[in-house]
């Protein structure tokens, strides 16, 4: 089986870094043009871009705060002055403010809340506009294994993760009819900048719970994005799917 996206217009939020980049270079490297959405780090999207139109792939860089509303309406605006619809959204920007509970301060919460998840919220209602005109489209949520299984120190982003998965079915049931597919994937422990300041110990204890024995890399979330963003996932709607090595099975 070989993924095309020849001819789709994607955006990936937070797609700038991390596991993002790798999403947007695979999408790209399928075929499709790539927006890389990210909010403050210009330097690193760029970087993305490059690397994709060094490939002989499309890509275009554009700022916005996933969780602001106007942000959000001006990017959307912006890519269907320029392309004409969205055909893909990837749903990937996410933050952490980690801290056990009884020390979290409202600010804390709010914030992992306001990009994790309303950020989920307002550019899934932006793309579902040229998606239901389309009547298709594919739109994919990052969430986390934490959103599932919970973490102790994560009870904002546990709540944000596991809000996305009933968005996820929420709105994969909405629009069934307009033959637009909603899925959520669920990373485990990846690596990346946010899991290379991980000690020796805690990794250890990480690894004795991953029964593949290793971290996962963003390639192999991409991989999975990949797929579900294609015509060969087309009878795939309101499903999580966990990445993460087997260290989740339900
Ligand atoms: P990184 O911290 O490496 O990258 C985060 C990206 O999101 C950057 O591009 C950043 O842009 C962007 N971003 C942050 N806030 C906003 C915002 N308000 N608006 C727009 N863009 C924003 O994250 P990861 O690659 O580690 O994680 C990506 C996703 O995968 C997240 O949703 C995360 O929760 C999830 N995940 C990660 C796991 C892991 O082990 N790393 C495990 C499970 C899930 P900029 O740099 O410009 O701020």
Do not use: H, W
């Amino acid at each position: 089986m070989q993924i095309s996206l020849k001819g789709k217009i994607a955006v990936v939020t937070g797609g700038s870094r991390g596991i993002g980049r790798a999403i947007a270079t695979t999408l790209a490297a399928a075929g499709a043009t790539v927006v890389v959405n990210y909010q403050r780090n210009a330097a690193a999207a760029e970087e993305t871009v490059a690397a994709i139109t060094a490939a002989d792939g499309a890509a275009i860089s554009m700022q916005a705060d996933v969780s602001a509303a106007e942000e959000v309406e001006r990017l959307f605006k912006t890519v269907i002055e320029r392309y004409g619809t969205v055909d893909i959204l990837v749903n990937n920007a996410g933050i952490t403010r980690d801290t056990l509970l009884l020390r979290m301060k409202e600010d804390d919460f709010d914030a992992v809340i306001d990009t994790n998840l309303r950020g989920v919220y307002l550019c899934t209602k932006a793309a579902l506009r040229p998606m239901t005109k389309a009547r298709s489209g594919r739109i994919i949520n990052i969430t986390s294994v934490v959103g599932l299984i919970g973490n102790a120190g994560q009870s904002n982003y546990a709540a944000a993760k596991a809000g996305i998965i009933g968005f996820t079915r929420a709105v994969a049931r909405e629009m069934a009819s307009r033959n637009i597919t909603v899925n959520a994937v669920a990373p485990g422990y990846i690596e990346t900048e946010l899991t290379a300041g991980l000690g020796d110990q805690v990794r250890t204890a990480i690894l004795e719970a991953i029964p593949l024995g290793r971290l996962g890399t963003p390639q192999d979330v991409a991989n999975l994005v990949c797929f579900l963003a294609s015509d060969a996932a087309a009878y795939i709607t309101g499903q999580t799917l966990t990445v993460d090595g087997g260290m989740v099975m339900s």
